[in-house]
């Protein structure tokens, strides 16, 4: 199967300053891939290879098989929506619809019906005669992505298109644009440094930093089966325990993690341990559980460790905990909220516990 993008060990410099590693990506006609990073890890660089603003130093970038880094940007078949939608002020939405098509000379029966598709499509068939300025953000990034999508682009790229919204529209866009995405069965590259966004759009995201690939694969890849630490600390929160291998039982192994206790953790094929290996060992807040000291002996848990509140934290329907271990380390749980004010308070002291699987170590 042809790929619809596939780039090959793609590279940027600006003087003595590497933008981009020479980077390999494939993309499957119809995916929807995030490229997901800090500032400066290379994502927007490749998004501005891909649509032709700069050029590439080196390798090679096929759109549908064929060869296009050579190709002038309209010449490559690709869409570009941008953070600020770019719409045009002076037209209704009907004429910011119908521009993409009359430059390309499509016949004006045409030209009308697809814009009255297009409208449908993005559940605003009745705004058609509207300005720009008449349309809430969320209708405009909506009319921006159509306006895209209306000349069925080879490719769509967008560049955090939405960046400049609130949270509570910005989380209702996702869905829109995930809806979008199905319907019109686009092929869409999207530039983000949302963790979030990226989790809850993405069919894969390649997770970038200092102008290289850090981890490519599906969202729960990336969260539950991080390749460093890297991956590991930037999805969501991470508690970070430094340690050593103390032994090795069958398919888990012994962390000794020095004042604060030894832990169990299943081995994980694509973290192999032997003794005496230096580690972090992950635990994601979500997998921790806290009780107080009368219930300790109730406990089951492979792993248990004292600490104390630090502080709690409400935000809507979770609970966060910071705790504080017996040599400093930070450790934070959460858990969903319910309708009492909570148990523990800070300064108490407490216990958490988790299971072998629920962590895992990662090589220093």
Not at 47 to 59: E, T, V, Y
Not at 62 to 79: N, T
Not at 93 to 104: C, D, G, Q, S
Not at 178 to 184: G, T
């Amino acid at each position: 199967m042809v790929s619809k993008l596939s780039l090959r060990n793609i590279e940027k410099r600006y003087g003595n300053v590497i933008a981009l590693h020479p980077v390999s990506l494939e993309v499957e006609e119809g995916e929807f891939l995030t490229l997901l990073g800090p500032s400066g890890s290379g994502k927007t660089t490749i998004l501005q290879i891909l649509a032709g603003l700069i050029d590439a130093d080196g390798g090679e970038m096929l759109i549908g098989g064929k060869p296009a880094q050579h190709l002038p940007a309209w010449e490559r078949d690709i869409g570009l929506v941008f953070q600020n939608y770019a719409l045009f002020p002076h037209m209704t939405i009907e004429e910011n619809l119908a521009f993409p098509l009359k430059m390309r000379r499509r016949p004006a029966a045409e030209i009308a019906r697809r814009v009255q598709d297009v409208l449908e499509v993005v559940r605003l068939p009745d705004i058609a005669l509207r300005f720009p300025s008449e349309l809430s953000g969320g209708q405009q990034q909506r009319i921006a992505l159509a306006r895209c999508a209306i000349y069925k682009p080879a490719i769509i790229l967008m560049d955090e298109p939405l960046g400049a919204l609130d949270k509570q529209l910005r989380d209702h866009m996702q869905i829109e644009v995930r809806r979008l995405h199905r319907e019109l069965g686009a092929t869409i590259l999207y530039v983000t440094h949302d963790q979030d966004e990226a989790m809850a759009m993405s069919d894969r995201i390649c997770l970038m930093n200092g102008g290289r690939i850090q981890q490519l694969g599906a969202p729960e890849d990336m969260y539950f089966s991080p390749n460093s630490l890297f991956s590991a600390q930037f999805f969501g929160i991470s508690n970070v325990l430094p340690g050593t291998v103390a032994a090795i039982d069958g398919d888990a192994a012994i962390i000794d993690c020095g004042q604060i206790g030894r832990f169990r953790t299943d081995i994980r094929k694509e973290f192999p341990l032997a003794t005496g290996r230096t580690v972090d060992l992950i635990v994601r807040p979500e997998s921790g559980r806290l009780f107080i000291e009368a219930e300790v002996a109730k406990q089951s848990a492979e792993n248990m460790m004292q600490v104390e509140v630090e502080e709690i934290v409400l935000s809507g329907s979770v609970r966060r905990h910071h705790l504080r271990a017996a040599d400093g380390s930070a450790f934070v749980t959460t858990h969903l909220t319910s309708g009492d004010k909570g148990w523990l308070k800070p300064g108490e002291p407490a216990f958490v516990a988790w299971a072998a699987r629920h962590c895992f170590a990662i090589p220093r």
